[in-house]
């Protein structure tokens, strides 16, 4: 059999891809950073700390993207993506870099 066109959501609490990492050219600069989840139900985001969020979904993923201001906190801990539904949660801490050079 040969099947085309089915999506399939398969249950589950969230799974996070890896996190990609932000730079910044300076301290005080913006930053926007993505946070790539695999679950359904579809989850929810925290950012930690917050800032200006969207959520877009693409096939099967739904992706947060958080832009906020590189503070001297942010620079020192990161910031953390915490996505959850009711199955679950995970967490993935984005390092936030001022680039050299």
């Not at 932000?22 to 929810?44: I, R, W, Y």
């Not at 700390?49 to 099967?60: D, F, Q």
């Not at 906190?73 to 996505?83: P, R, S, T, Y």
Request: hydrophobic share 40%; net charge neutral.
């Amino acid at each position: 059999m040969h099947y085309t066109g089915i999506t399939y959501n398969l249950i589950g609490a969230p799974e996070i891809d890896a996190p990609v990492n932000g730079f910044v050219d300076k301290e005080g600069g913006m930053v926007t950073l993505n946070c790539s989840t695999l679950g359904h139900p579809a989850p929810q985001f925290i950012w930690t700390p917050s800032g200006k969020e969207s959520v877009t979904v693409v096939g099967n993923k739904v992706i947060s993207t958080v832009t906020l201001e590189a503070s001297a906190a942010v620079l020192k801990d990161g910031v953390i993506c915490e996505a959850y539904n009711k199955l679950g949660r995970a967490t993935k801490n984005f390092k936030v870099s001022v680039k050299l050079g």
